[in-house]
């Protein structure tokens, strides 16, 4: 029973990553179409953030009142629904509306289940959790290719995304079953272990949360800066066609969905703390091909090296939150670290876009460079302070599957 959740739980990180890649990898088709500015893909993006924070940050009431299945049901439904709007659109002003619905489904899936895997199963199925995503966000650009390669245009990529989605929301409404019984069980198992809520007050006061929520904030900066721009880039700099460029940005989603299946085997010799620094590394040298004067096959490569090493990031911080902090501030701490990762998704992606419009793209691994800096800072500074208690993680099960 526990196994087939986790199976639910996989598909509905599907779901999630499915349409994280489509507008970076559309946006060349998107704006001159749109008669838009380059950097207005930042104004698109930042509304998706602000929405995704808000519903974030409501996630725990949320998942208290209807349970984490029937959350995770209506988000996945609230994306496609907005997706299949965003492929009727036809003026920017219309992207701009539809953002609004899709920010608000992805927050409280991606809150609520990243904090369930984290004190319910071991680091391994973090990594495999958060492959899923990676499937999903691979599949995304190549299916935006295809629609654009195929003379179906952006719009027609966004409508086989928003119908996969449905498919998606019928699973998930079809398995709320298993996450009744499930959360029964967890229930009278835990009971006793019901941690403390928070105030955001509080959780700052705790060492290490600081430099936790900066460290989380630069990666989302990094892994959506990629995601949004690495087409653009390539279009605008490196001058290639729109078409191979959307094809090009997929592979930093499949460094990630590699990466994060290897991960899950590696964490079997290598603690959460080692596999983030493992990844910073591979980051930069990402950057470092990137910023090399060579072709369209080391940007291929670049792009593939930088989607590895984000691999492991963010699913390790997650589930190394109970060791830095204990089992009974994880959930609060999560929380915010969450709505952190997604204010830096709102705001380093269209900041890199007013740059790309008034200085150059050319900046593109330059930016990147610099915010990965200050994440490896942040990460070493969490690990002075903080030190791990693992002893206190025997309060909550973590079920080896």
Known sequence: MFQMLLVI??????????????????????????????????????????????????SDRLTRKLGTGKVTAVSVGITAAALFGFSVSGSFWMLCLWAVPY??????????LNNYVALHYKSRHMSWLHCMWGVGATIGPYIMGFA???????????????????????????????????????????????PKALSVREILRIPGAKEVM??????CAVEQTAALWASSYLTLYKGVPAETAARF????????????????????????VQMIRLGQGFIGLGILILL??????????????????????????IHSTPDHFGTDRSQAVIGVQMASAYIGTCLMPPLFGLIANHISAALFPIYMLAILVLMVVMHEILTRKTIPQKEQAKSLPAHDI
């Open 103 to 112: 920010g608000l489904g992805a927050g409280s899936v991606d809150a609520s």
């Open 249 to 272: 940005a997929g592979m930093f989603f499949i460094g990630i969905t590699i990466g994060r299946a290897v991960s899950g085997f590696i964490t079997i010799k290598l603690n959460d």
């Open 214 to 219: 900066v460290c989380f904030f630069c990666y």
């Open 292 to 317: 090399l004067p060579l072709g369209e096959g080391a940007s291929l490569a670049g792009l593939i090296v930088i989607g590895l090493g984000c691999a492991p990031i963010y699913p390790c911080i």
């Open 148 to 194: 654009l390669t195929g003379g179906m245009d952006w719009n027609g990529g966004y409508r086989i995304i928003s119908v996969l989605q449905i498919v998606l929301t019928i699973i998930l409404v079809v398995s709320l079953p298993l996450w009744k019984r499930q959360t029964s069980a967890s229930v009278s198992e835990n009971a006793a272990a019901e």
């Open 9 to 58: 739980i996989y598909i509905s990180f599907i779901s999630l990553g499915l349409p994280d890649s489509l507008l970076g990898s559309a946006w060349p088709s998107i704006y001159p179409e749109l008669e838009v500015p380059v950097s207005y893909a930042g104004i698109i993006s930042m509304i998706i953030a602000m929405g995704t924070i808000v519903s974030s940050l409501q």
